[in-house]
């Protein structure tokens, strides 16, 4: 719902077009990871792994669920008004990757 009481009449809903599944119901086991594939999210909201053009799994929906939670409490995402997916993906490396 909105955050602000003009806003508290909308109701906002998550688009699941690019929902998957990931245990093949046969057998119960993972499907085999892709090693590469294109980007596919939102870019303000994307993992990393998305940038990096990986898989994505589950923790990228924890990834993009991180960001809209920031955004929620007013922090502000540096990145946001960058329209270039590779300088987008860059900065989110300095802040979030792996020493």
């Known amino acids: 719902m909105g955050k602000h009481s003009e806003d508290k009449a909308n109701v906002y809903l998550v688009d699941f077009g690019l929902a998957k599944e990931h245990l093949d119901m046969n057998t119960q086991t993972p499907y085999p990871q892709r090693r590469h594939t294109d980007f596919r999210g939102t870019i303000p909201y994307a993992s990393l792994s998305a940038h990096q053009k990986q898989e994505l799994g589950r923790k990228d929906d924890l ?3 991180f960001f809209i939670v920031l955004e929620f409490l007013e922090e502000p995402l ?12 860059d900065i989110k490396q300095k ?5």
Request: net charge positive.
């Open 95 to 99: 802040a979030f990757a792996k020493p």
């Open 78 to 89: 540096s990145w946001k008004s960058n329209t270039c997916k590779d300088a987008v993906r």
């Open 63 to 65: 990834w993009s669920f």
